[in-house]
């Protein structure tokens, strides 16, 4: 069985830069404040978060989207982030699916109080 997550926030960027902060390796460290291996590439593989986040991308649209496969030992799970212009911020909203159950409570407390919140309050302190 596998569980999923839907989350939506505001920053307080417009697209482009919020995008940058996603894929840029070296921004990606400065807001986590951990090292990060990242490319803009599809296939590439990535590991963010000094290694506790580890993937490949699948698909990405600059400024846009970004589709990529988590794993999770020999699981797979896959994120979804797009990115909405709104006014002078942008919507981000993310979509993580198949996620082990095991893993589901960690990842949600993940997402909010690592992820999203280091990314806003990125832009926003």
Same mark, same amino acid.
Not at 38 to 47: D, I, L, N, Q, Y
Not at 72 to 89: A, D, Q, T, Y
Not at 103 to 117: R, S
């Given at each position: 069985?596998?569980?999923?997550?839907?989350?939506?926030?505001?920053?307080?960027?417009?697209?482009?830069?919020?995008?940058?902060?996603?894929?840029? @390796?070296?921004?990606?460290?400065?807001? =986590?404040?951990?090292?990060?291996?990242?490319?803009?590439? @599809?296939?590439?593989?990535? =590991?963010?978060?000094?290694?506790?986040?580890?993937?490949?991308?699948?698909?990405?649209?600059?400024?846009?989207?970004?589709?990529?496969?988590?794993?999770?030992?020999?699981?797979?799970?896959?994120?979804?982030?797009?990115?909405?212009?709104?006014?002078?911020?942008?919507?981000?909203?993310?979509?993580?699916?198949?996620?082990?159950?095991?893993?589901?409570?960690?990842?949600?407390?993940?997402?909010?109080?690592?992820?999203?919140?280091?990314?806003?309050?990125?832009?926003?302190?």
């Amino acid at each position: 069985m596998s569980k999923s997550i839907k989350l939506n926030r505001r920053i307080k960027a417009p697209p482009e830069e919020v995008f940058r902060a996603l894929t840029n @390796p070296f921004t990606i460290e400065l807001w =986590s404040g951990e090292p990060a291996v990242m490319s803009e590439e @599809p296939g590439t593989e990535f =590991s963010m978060m000094d290694g506790s986040i580890l993937g490949r991308n699948l698909e990405i649209e600059t400024n846009e989207l970004l589709r990529q496969a988590w794993y999770f030992g020999k699981e797979e799970s896959e994120v979804i982030i797009r990115l909405f212009p709104e006014k002078e911020n942008t919507q981000i909203r993310i979509e993580h699916r198949n996620i082990p159950d095991e893993a589901y409570e960690n990842m949600l407390e993940g997402w909010k109080e690592t992820y999203l919140e280091q990314l806003k309050d990125f832009f926003e302190k």
